[in-house]
């Protein structure tokens, strides 16, 4: 099971709620992303060339489900509280398997804001320096996927009942990543379907164990065990 009906705990815990600095993150990193999509529109509209942006887009939008996977499956496997910079996002998904239905009980900036601070070093650079309308097509859409992934996350976590009626479209469109296909994450040892944008990855990456086979590699390189290997089976 996805959810569970939340106790009164979770649902007064002030660590779920968005602070002053958690909502200044997220206007930051929203701006990055929109001074970069204005980019590829106005270049776009300047040279009467639209093909190669949206190309560019779409990648950017596949890509994104990609990173989402890759990044998840880190957190996921590697790490801990105590890690450097990540240390808290590693609690937090540790945190998100034993009670994973209090994702739906974040505020929005405080289930973005990590995010959006990343996206603000990253892309701010690229806004100051670049112009290119099909780079920027590229990254807006790129970084506007991963800054609100965690949003694409808390939804397939959500009764379709408190879902607005665009997010179950885009769902049952595959475009979002759905609920009954982020299911197969929750089931013990949390060892597939990582992506969390569309999930269009989640297929190919499972089949083709990709994961497991990084696993594997690092293991006998580094001698470092990933955390879903100590997770009991559902079988």
């Not at 990254?139 to 408190?162: E, I, M």
């Amino acid at each position: 099971m996805i959810t569970s009906p939340p106790n009164r705990h979770i649902l007064n815990d002030p660590s779920l709620r968005s602070t002053c600095a958690h909502r200044a993150w997220l206007a930051c990193g929203c701006t990055t992303v929109v001074i970069s999509l204005a980019k590829a529109i106005m270049g776009a509209a300047k040279s009467y060339i639209w093909l190669g942006p949206i190309l560019a887009g779409l990648v950017g939008y596949i890509l994104a489900d990609l990173m989402s996977g890759v990044y998840h499956w880190v957190i996921d496997n590697y790490g801990s509280a105590s890690t450097p910079i990540f240390g808290d996002q590693i609690d937090a998904f540790q945190g998100h398997h034993e009670q994973p239905w209090a994702i739906t009980r974040r505020q929005f900036a405080n289930n973005l804001h990590a995010l959006a601070r990343a996206v603000t070093f990253t892309v701010l650079p690229m806004d100051l320096v670049v112009n290119d309308p099909i780079f920027h097509a590229f990254v807006a859409v790129w970084s506007g996927c991963l800054l609100f992934s965690q949003q694409f996350h808390a939804w397939a976590h959500t009764t379709k009942s408190r879902l607005p009626p665009l997010v179950i479209a885009l769902q049952d469109m595959g475009l979002l990543v759905s609920r009954s296909q982020h299911a197969g994450h929750h089931i013990p040892p949390y060892n597939n379907n990582y992506c969390i944008v569309s999930g269009v990855w989640n297929e190919f990456l499972n089949k083709r164990q990709i994961f497991k086979a990084l696993e594997m590699i690092l293991f006998y390189k580094l001698g470092v065990r990933p955390r879903s290997w100590s997770e009991p089976s559902s079988s």
